[in-house]
């Protein structure tokens, strides 16, 4: 994958962060200024703070995909109090390739409780 790409697929990402903290009710109410991160392993909607953007790759990241259910299709397997949880230290996958490595985007943003069945 070319680094025009790359970069295009990494700007739609932030995009739909930035589309969801201003068309959320939570974040107009003060949840934090991140977007909404559904958490399928719990089934619950989780507010989050961004905190840091972007980290260096080292220590532990969780995989956050982009396929998930609306408002933003932001999605994770585990969430606070889960086993796997990183403490909203995340990776998106930017180039495809489905490996942590320097094409990726790499961040801090911990997910607010409690979490909630709608988003």
Known sequence: MGKT???VI???V???AVVSLVATPSARAGRGDGPIIYVTGQGLFYDSIVTADPLPRRGPFQKL???GPPPNGLQTEFGP???GYRGGRWWVDVNGDNEMDD???YF???LLGPGREEP
């Open 5 to 7: 790409l790359r970069i």
């Open 81 to 83: 109090g889960n086993p």
């Open 108 to 110: 801090s943003c911990p």
């Open 103 to 105: 094409g990726d985007d």
């Open 65 to 67: 995909e982009t396929d």
């Open 14 to 16: 932030v995009l739909v």
């Open 10 to 12: 990494a700007s739609c």
